[in-house]
């Protein structure tokens, strides 16, 4: 039986509460947070949980085992660090830091340690992506043209981070999974209405070495709230809408055929393939229920976590070259020049 | 009675032939195809218009008094700077030209010689565009922050222009008229996966002098039809789904306010307004009825057409600009630049 | 060369001439209709039909060797009755006709004369309805439980019938077709809000010897439309909406399945299957065209056609016994007693 | 504060029991459940609540105030005339009871110890029925045509009650609500496709003595889940979609006028009006939650809760009613009759 120790009581850590103690590797030891009234709500669902009012404090207690942080991502780091330096393995949220070189710090102590360190990219945990990333795996889709992704709703306004490092970042996450390929360049443009400074709208575009062009559009000032993912292969494409209640993965057998023309150069010869539609049962799991038994199955010694560490620190080189594109006014930015440069 | 000529009896054509025979003050005189077939379907539609072989020899036709040029791109300039040397009006299919300077000439060819230049900018004489149009000139829209367009299908592949041509030449057409704005600069990032040399898929960022961000996704090779446009403004937001079959326009009542916090410079107060939503009924007539009657109107002394040459020449700038944009890898190109250089 | 002559140039008759004109193997000879205005539309769009203010008139014209029959249900015997007196093919619009009675009569006049007699029941030419039947045929969705139609929408008032006659007839054939069963009791059960005697919204019961219950609701005074059937059957589920561009049928792997229980015997063991779902891709050519091929090719020899007088009738039969039990304020009506008494 | 103890913590008793001890003026002081396992959750979840294994035990304690009644159809009538004995208080889970007889006698014993006695019925406290409600009670909607519902879904079979006691009492509670008008006569169709001799599937039409004529469609075996209402009125129409994650209610300024004609009596003049269409906002507060708060202001004296124990009676009424219609194979059955032999 694992000890989990829980810092922060917030919007999030309730949830993580919940699904750690519907696990049935864990047990929830303690929870710290700052505020007295999240305490206060803590103890009345989880008596039986340990309460601190510092994070500190709670990891001095031996009968934790592992942490999990859902504070804002500016805490991250220290309060990661602390805990991996005090032997207990992290579950971090997204995104697992503010800059790469933590991430890199985090798994090289993780490393170090013998610890397990992982992002809650809970979205990788979902039946439907599961399924999107076999379908690619298995070769259905064909090569992956696009990824087209609308993740917009009105509100919520966050104080320390812009639209991006709260609604790209799932994108960024599930790319990182699916596809299995390298990022090359991203161009990133945005507006921020309410505060000049805080973006509440972005429009990012990521070009990957397999050829894949990812875009991504998140916006915090819509009037709908729109989930809406399109994936286009040579094979099939794919619209996945995550806010259907049960057809979340609507797989068609469209597209175009090229076929060589010995006529003439100029003439283009295209067909156009209209197929049946299918849309794949899904798992109804619950993805955060995954993420913490993914963890507890690396603590229990069967390997990385597949939201790990590394994928983590994936993330945030992605956020932080969308950042740098966006401050050079929707210039293009290179991972390699970033790579060169690090 | 205004004796109307068309050149070009294809894809477009029958509905421009159509829609000058129900329309009052104009009759429809004379049809000029290259291809044989095509003048066979027209002589079956339209017996009573002359049929000819070339454009050239219409222009003869003492009849004629106007001409609807629905040829591709590439031969509109040509055919257009023809007629209005023969002293014909003019209305030209979208775009009107393939270059901004093309599209200035026949502007001053038609400004000397008297004649009315237009371009069949559809959209612009659609009952949900007007009605977005009169929401944003009395300031029920409030401030636009965005506009977000998704213009997406499979097919149809066309030989001489890529999709920024085909499909977001109409969001251009359609910011160009509600808006009343200048662009600022433009950001144009595509893919072709069919064709490496011609765009199936592309995102364009344009930002307007009135501190509007629009983005327009436009895609050939979709599994599904979109044709959705979010408008954001600082007093309401807009859907507009072109698919739906009655309500095509929702104004939602919704935003967020930003209150000055006396306390902390940091501190943000931002609240949320959801109020009600509002499908406004539209007028149901046929766009391109209206733009037949508008040129019409304009050849009978009423004034400039609303999309007038001088629209098209704006729209047609756009273009250029996007397409510079996408052939420099995504970097954003100024239009003050674009200006001061021609 | 089959030479056509088509009776009442209203609503429907335009298109039942255009379809003639598109197909391979007929000819419009001749189209009647007493309304000067209906004419001179008719001559502008078929100049080569030859025009007739009255069908008694037409009906003379050697050059016609079959008819069609676009005129209120009223009128619908007469003209059937005289064109197959006067030895010519005849389509009618649905219903066949008025009675069951008149229905037969024309069956009998048909089969003596060795002429083809049909009905225009459309929806049973459309590529859903077709890939339903094929469905059902090869045990895909096993028993039927139940068909669940919904057919309503904003208008059009008629003159001559109500609800039931104009959009539950579309039901009515679509089940025969699809069913191959007899209907056992029909309960009718309706109100008109606008003229007391004219229903404007009924609801339909029809129990069918397989043991198919199907429930058909139709509302000429509803603000939206909707054209959506469900099936239940004891294998898979359909959804067909019409109204769907590309996706009109939804084939549903889900259901319940009962075990028998050994403990006891009131104890329910029901356990839920929910799998996969798909949508056929549908053929897209237009039904009505569909209709007149069927009508050419059996007079052309190749027997009875699909919608043929028998199945006419048997739509009218139903329609008789809805409107009986209409009319004794919604009581069962069993169709073995109307069939004794007849 | 109230002391408030709960009989049945199976399905629904959880949702009460949260309900109760999120609202101001009650405390959950004591829950019943046979089931040892559900004991056990209820003890994790409030454990401050005194747990019983009989209900007779239960009211035995004085600090219960008031009882709620969740537990299956069958066994509310002695539960609740137990209570009322006992001087307590009393909320039931719909249907009041099983019969109208059972429930008239718990009204007499609540007004006899000047008691209350409340039914649950939910839907009647959404802020979405609400809102029907005003917009009929203020003359928007005009005279009510009618009002068809689709309740449909995959499941749940219940052991003891049919499709109809399980779901239609949704409508006929929110009829009760909405109308103020009393039933006059009711027809039931229906099959058991699983079990003979339960209803899965059954379609319900009620005349109203203002002419409205309602129609329910409940369904256990259907793929999709349905929960749409659509009412129309002499003025106005509205589409009810309780699916919806926002829109809940969309009101129509749609309909047709029947013009006064002096040339013909035969001629009709409809005229069609189709106007705007109109979303309001809709309260989001939990429904669950305003019958518990109800509960407490009767209890407190504030007079008969809005869904009181004669809400119940007249709807039990409507589902006896239904059942004997169901039972004689479709007849309709009139209330006057009922109300006579009772």
Redesign the interface.
Known sequence: MIGIGLVGYGYWGPNLARCVSESDGCRLAAIADASEKSRERAGQRH?SAQLHASWEEMLKDPGVDAVLIATPVCTHYEIAAAALTAGKHVLVEKPITETSEQAQRLIDMANRGGLTLMVDHTFVYTGAVRKIRDLIADGTVGDI??Y?S?R?N??L?Q?DVNVIWDLAVHDFAILEFILGAEPV?I?A???G???RNQES?A?L?VHFDN?T?A?I?V?W?????VRQT?I?G?RR???YDD?E???KI?V?????H?SADPQSA?D?R?S?R????????LSTREALLGVIEDFAASINGHGQPTSSGVSGLRVVRMLEAAAQSLSS????VEFARLKAAS
């Open positions: 008596p043209y696009y087209e609308t917009i009105l509100g306004f104080g360049s161009t443009v945005g507006a209405h309410i505060h709208l429009h575009s050829g062009l875009h559009n916006n000032l819509a009037p709908v709230k399109l286009g040579s494409m794919i619209v806010l209640p049960s057809e609507k068609y057998d469209r597209g175009v090229l100029n283009v295209i156009y209209t197929g049946d539609m299918w849309a794949p049962q006014g929707g210039h293009p």
